[in-house]
């Protein structure tokens, strides 16, 4: 490909291929040929995405935090990206930085009517605080996201 969206989409199959070496490449170049002034918020989640397929946890999370960023700029944070980085944080042991993203995603995906997706970044928030040694918050916390999954 010769143009960089085009880049962009044989590195999302590649990711899909779980060939995330190939994929990096792909973004990477997809953004060299970008005017400097442009980001690409699906680039950016897409290669934190390989970057995570190869356990590059602080790569991955510097392209999600640049996403985020972002995506503040012109305000809509999407919550899966929030709950990825949170993964990364998680990942490098960066636990309180985690549960900080893991509760904004939820409060995100609750306010959005995303119930799933509200279940799973309050699970990860809860074990966050487990990890944390918030064990009484985190086991109530677990019992509210059960009944609310309709487990109990």
Known sequence: PT???W?????????DLKRFKEAIADYDAAEGMYSSEYRSLGMLSNRALAY????DW???GKDYSEAIKYSEMIGAV???VLNSR???YNSLGEYEKALDDYLRAATIFQSSRNLSGAI???SNAALMKAE???IDEAIEDMERVARRSGER
């Open 3 to 5: 143009e960089p969206v």
């Open 78 to 80: 999407p919550p899966y």
């Open 58 to 60: 602080k790569n991955a």
């Open 86 to 88: 949170g993964n990364c």
């Open 52 to 55: 995570e397929g190869l356990a």
């Open 132 to 134: 944390l040694g918030r």
């Open 7 to 15: 880049l962009e989409r044989r590195a999302q199959v590649l990711v």
């Open 120 to 122: 799973y970044a309050s």
